[in-house]
């Protein structure tokens, strides 16, 4: 059983940045691979940046070269740092962890999320 709580949301300007954090339980951790996903008002929750076990990195389109996602095993908890934010990106990001092999761009992929985090960026 893992449990993920996130943490550091908030209010920015359009072009400002902001970090995300995500703390996670469990002894196993580093094995997990992690992702984040957020979800606007009236859409579907989608695939934002995931992180492998050897800190392999994935991002979706709309924010490859602006986000960053990155982890520390020994604090057991992984990082979203996101710049040159738009005001579409603002949304609830949700941390997940993935409890089975390999990677996934889907939530369906994903056993364990967070409670969410209201990242709101202002034009």
């Known amino acids: 059983q893992v449990q993920l709580v996130e943490s550091g949301g908030g209010l920015v300007q359009a072009g400002g940045s902001l970090s995300l954090s995500c703390s996670a339980s469990?002894?196993?951790?580093?094995?997990?691979?992690m992702g984040w996903f957020r979800q606007a008002p009236g859409k579907e929750r989608e695939f934002v940046a995931l992180?492998?076990?050897?800190?392999?990195?994935y991002y979706a389109d709309s924010v490859k070269g602006r986000f960053t996602i990155s982890r520390d095993n020994a604090k057991n908890t992984v990082y979203l740092q996101m710049s040159s934010l738009k005001p579409e990106d603002t949304a609830v990001y949700y941390c997940?962890?993935?409890?089975?092999?390999?990677?996934?761009?889907?939530?369906?992929?994903?056993?364990?999320w967070g409670q969410g985090t209201q990242v709101t960026v202002s034009s």
């Open positions: 992180i492998v076990w050897n800190a392999n990195t």
């Open positions: 469990g002894r196993t951790f580093s094995s997990y691979t």
């Open positions: 997940a962890a993935r409890g089975a092999a390999g990677l996934s761009y889907n939530f369906n992929g994903y056993n364990y």
